[in-house]
């Protein structure tokens, strides 16, 4: 943390001001990908499927007279992963330290923003997870091209009741809709959302990803998330003019199942944590005397893994 060389330190405005405060509010790649503490760096586990393991041929089950009753062989597989050591610091020059000591504590902040760069990495890989155009099977189109110019005849109802069964297909029940914020805003501006939402399933309620969800509580879904985050893509040190990035696509819409703690439970995916090192985000700091710096670190050792690819399906949007 350094000074800018524009600056103007004023000691009678004990204040400081904190742009991007609402940023933290927009992650949520913790809730699609939760955290599962693993105890070694990188393993292998088995793993059942619908194909190999036959696990949804019901067979025969007639017994003739003197005969045995039919047996099933079952055969599996095996899956790895392999966590990957990150991690971020700043260095806090003791003469800023105590220049700014007034305003702020130099540390704390810089632990804030610190672990806020290290959330929106782990965002930037869970969306490219959830969003990856191949790994929940190919896409499928959305009936009509999400434009503006299809705002009274686009159909996100039948694209997520469509998208549910073919989840259903591999015999899971989605409980998640994901989608940016774009498709979000230009779906609840749609005539037929609104009037399968309003109109049939909740009277007088307003357009809201809650709507959304509960409109298909029957269907299983229990959340509908919308994918605000952003970052800086300005080239680092290239310029300080601030470029939005968008981490959420426009391109899809995800509908699958999110689940949480052993695999055993299911769902789509997790975020892999090494027990060793810690948890998800650890935040440490040390003394650097030659710099005379203090250290604030935020680092993990973590792996974003699909377990289970057969969990969701992808929407695409035909946004523009």
């Given at each position: 943390?350094?000074?800018?060389?524009?600056?103007?330190?004023?000691?009678?405005?004990?204040?400081?001001?904190?742009?991007?405060?609402?940023?933290?509010?927009?992650?949520?790649?913790?809730?699609?990908?939760?955290?599962?503490?693993?105890?070694?760096?990188?393993?292998?586990?088995?793993?059942?499927?619908k194909s190999i393991s036959e696990l949804l041929k019901p067979g025969d089950?007639?017994?003739?007279?003197?005969?045995s009753y039919g047996r099933i062989k079952r055969a599996w597989t095996n899956d790895t992963y392999d966590t990957v050591d990150r991690g971020l610091e700043e260095a806090i020059d003791d003469c800023d330290a105590k220049d700014v000591a007034r305003f702020f504590s130099a540390e704390s902040v810089s632990a804030q923003n610190v672990l806020?760069?290290?959330?929106?990495?782990?965002?930037?890989?869970?969306?490219?997870?959830?969003?990856?155009?191949?790994t929940w099977g190919s896409a499928t189109n959305s009936t009509v091209a999400y434009t503006d110019a299809n705002i009274a005849t686009m159909d996100l109802p039948a694209d997520v009741q469509a998208a549910i069964e073919r989840v259903a297909d591999n015999a899971e029940r989605p409980d998640t809709i994901v989608m940016s914020s774009n498709v979000f805003n230009?779906?609840?501006?749609?005539?037929?959302?609104?009037?399968?939402?309003?109109?049939?399933?909740?009277?007088?309620?307003?357009v809201t990803p809650n709507a959304?969800?509960?409109?298909?509580?029957?269907?299983?879904?229990?959340?509908c998330l919308i994918g605000m985050g952003r970052y800086d893509s300005a080239v680092k040190?290239?310029?300080?003019?601030?470029?939005?990035?968008?981490?959420?696509?426009?391109?899809?819409?995800w509908v699958?199942?999110?689940?949480?703690?052993?695999?055993?439970?299911?769902?789509?995916?997790?975020?892999i944590v090494w027990n060793a090192e810690g948890g998800l985000?650890?935040?440490?700091?040390?003394?650097?005397?030659?710099?005379?710096?203090?250290?604030?670190?935020?680092?993990?050792?973590?792996?974003?893994?699909?377990i289970d690819a057969s969990c969701g399906t992808l929407i695409a949007t035909q946004y523009s």
């Open positions: 943390m350094y000074p800018n060389s524009g600056a103007t330190i004023r000691a009678d405005l004990n204040q400081v001001l904190i742009e991007a405060r609402e940023a933290d509010n927009f992650f949520i790649g913790s809730i699609l990908m939760p955290e599962f503490g693993v105890d070694a760096k990188s393993g292998t586990y088995a793993k059942l499927t089950t007639r017994r003739e007279r003197g005969a806020r760069a290290m959330r929106l990495s782990h965002e930037i890989r869970v969306a490219a997870e959830i969003f990856h155009a191949s230009r779906a609840r501006r749609s005539t037929l959302l609104k009037s399968f939402l309003v109109g049939q399933n909740l009277p007088g309620a307003n959304i969800a509960q409109a298909f509580a029957a269907n299983g879904i229990k959340q040190k290239s310029t300080q003019t601030y470029s939005a990035g968008k981490i959420w696509s426009d391109t899809y819409i699958g199942k999110v689940g949480a703690g052993d695999f055993y439970n299911g769902g789509a995916g997790r975020t985000f650890v935040t440490e700091s040390y003394r650097e005397e030659a710099t005379r710096s203090n250290i604030v670190r935020v680092r993990q050792h973590t792996t974003e893994k699909v």
